[in-house]
């Protein structure tokens, strides 16, 4: 079947993360991953889907009539449609927010929409996945998020933060892994650091506990 993606859910909510957390936001959650963090909270994302065509996820989202949109997963980009599908929604005068893994070029991404790209620490278990590369290919109204389970994580963060001079590129997010770490943790380290980084707490999950889908 060409032309369909495979969605977990699409819904309306208050974005938890990044820089826009707070906001109104419609927010389109494409199914499957190719990697499997320890701390990972959307494992219900994995397999469940339903099929829907560029147009039929533009028309339920545009319901919500919220300027600001986010596009997740899962991982998005391992749908080749998902190109398609931010540019449609950029071009109809959205807000587009990617979140993306790390672990795929996002050179196809796009101009326009607003790349939120994980750094995986060593906690994730998945820090061999990432794809240098991407560093080179932000641009200064992206993010970039670690999120953090344990202080190895600190330490390793901080050490790639002050390497690539991430905090002149673009923005800098830590965030703590629900659960893994105190946030007044990571608070601490970046006061005592003095590191040009944002703490992230995830809102959805202080607001709707840590549990809640579809919020
Ligand atoms: S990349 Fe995201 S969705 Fe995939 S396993 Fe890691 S935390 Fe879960």
Redesign the pocket.
């Known amino acids: 079947m060409t032309n369909m993606l495979r969605v977990n859910e699409i819904f309306v909510s208050i974005q938890g993360e990044s820089t826009y957390a707070g906001q109104l936001c419609g927010i389109i959650r494409l199914s499957g991953?190719?990697?499997?963090?320890r701390?990972?909270?959307?494992?219900y994302?994995?397999d469940d889907y339903f099929l829907a065509t560029v147009d039929e996820i533009c028309n339920q989202i545009g319901q919500y009539q919220t300027p600001l949109l986010l596009l997740t997963?899962?991982?998005p980009l391992l749908q080749e449609e998902s190109y398609e599908l931010m540019d449609r929604l950029s071009c109809l005068g959205h807000t587009v927010l990617l979140e993306t893994?790390g672990?795929i070029d996002i050179s196809r991404v796009p101009s326009g929409v607003v790349k939120i790209v994980?750094i995986?620490c060593p906690g994730?278990g998945?820090s061999q996945q990432i794809c240098w590369k991407n560093l080179e290919r932000l641009a200064p109204s992206d993010e970039v998020k670690f999120?953090i389970s344990n202080q190895e994580d600190l330490e390793w963060a901080t050490q790639i933060v002050a390497h690539y001079q991430l905090g002149k590129v673009c923005r800098v997010l830590f965030s703590p892994a629900f659960g893994w770490i105190k946030p007044s943790t990571l608070a601490e380290w970046i006061i005592n650091h003095h590191l040009p980084v944002r703490l992230q707490l995830q809102l959805h999950k202080i607001i709707w506990g840590k549990e809640a889908r579809g919020r």
Do not use: H, I, M, Q
């Not at 991953?33 to 963090?37: D, H, K, Q, S, V």
């Not at 701390?39 to 494992?43: G, L, S």
């Open positions: 991953c190719n990697l499997r963090c701390y990972c909270d959307t494992r994302a994995y997963g899962g991982e893994n672990s994980d995986k994730s998945e999120v």
